[in-house]
């Protein structure tokens, strides 16, 4: 009787609505989330020593970031800056123009490099957005979305999706995927009291190219984290890193570190989404 009790209230044996209710719910949501990420999302190109392209080993896509305004302002991962050079079209972000292969390379400006939590606040040059419904702007080049910084206590299991160009790749990927851990430290800084920065371990898988990337949060569709780091192998393999470049386990930075540092400058995070048919104009 207790079997029979357990089957008949277990939809996953059974095949329950109920059950195929939920996971096309968690599939609606995933859909939802990955659209509205893919027209947040920025690739950050490198160009070259002052713009002049080096051979194909030496250019291409070495980070990601996301819109968080309708001003031009976006968040990436510090280190992601490194070849960074003001008044140099040397590193760029792109922006997708109504398809994947539209983008344009676009200057900016650093607001702030927050080294100690890996994060930076950027803005686009000369930034504007048009909106088709005044009659004083022209109708829009194209469609963006910003995604806003969540103030919510993550809890371990929750769904979420990572945004990003991993690989260096030109189109970005969204990867499915739960909050694996809300409190790890980074095995790569010496010293374990360093390397505690209450970083937050997401099981979605991902590679070099995804750092700066948002952690978005399936339920709400905001930003929880931003990607900072893969971690390749464990310290004690002897496994070569290319091996294990795709581990399944990343590392990022919680949302507050992300609100502190909006607040520092007195930018505000906003959500804007493509249906809103905004376009951007520079």
Not at 185 to 203: E, F, M, T, Y
Request: net charge neutral; hydrophobic share 40%; proline share 6%.
């Amino acid at each position: 009787m207790r079997l029979r009790s357990f089957i008949l209230s277990c939809p996953i044996l059974l095949g329950l609505p109920g059950y195929a209710a939920e996971k096309n719910g968690i599939e609606a949501s995933l859909i939802k989330t990955a659209t509205d990420a893919d027209y947040a999302v920025l690739s950050m190109i490198y160009w070259g020593q002052d713009g002049q392209r080096p051979d194909p080993q030496h250019w291409g896509v070495v980070g990601s970031s996301f819109l968080i305004n309708t001003h031009g302002y976006f968040v990436t991962a510090a280190h992601v800056l490194d070849l960074y050079k003001p008044n140099s079209a040397q590193l760029t972000v792109t922006l997708r123009q109504g398809d994947a292969l539209g983008e344009s390379g676009m200057w900016f400006d650093v607001v702030e490099k927050d080294e100690a939590h890996d994060l930076a606040l950027c803005q686009i040059k000369n930034f504007r957005v048009n909106r088709p419904d005044r009659k004083d702007h022209k109708p829009t080049i194209f469609p963006i979305s910003t995604l806003e910084v969540s103030s919510e206590t993550l809890q371990q299991g929750q769904f979420i999706a990572i945004a990003g160009f991993p690989l260096g790749s030109l189109n970005s990927a969204v990867q499915f995927g739960t909050i694996a851990a809300t409190q790890t430290w980074n095995p790569n800084i010496a010293g374990v009291s360093a390397g505690r920065r209450d970083l937050v371990q997401v099981s979605a898988s991902g590679n070099r190219g995804n750092s700066g990337g948002p952690v978005i949060s399936l339920r709400t569709g905001k930003v929880v984290g931003v990607v900072v780091q893969a971690v390749p192998a464990p310290l004690w393999s002897n496994q070569p890193v290319a091996a294990a470049q795709n581990s399944g386990i990343m590392l990022a930075v919680p949302a507050q570190w992300v609100r502190e540092l909006l607040e520092r400058h007195q930018v505000k995070s906003e959500e804007h989404k493509p249906k809103e048919a905004l376009g951007i104009g520079f």
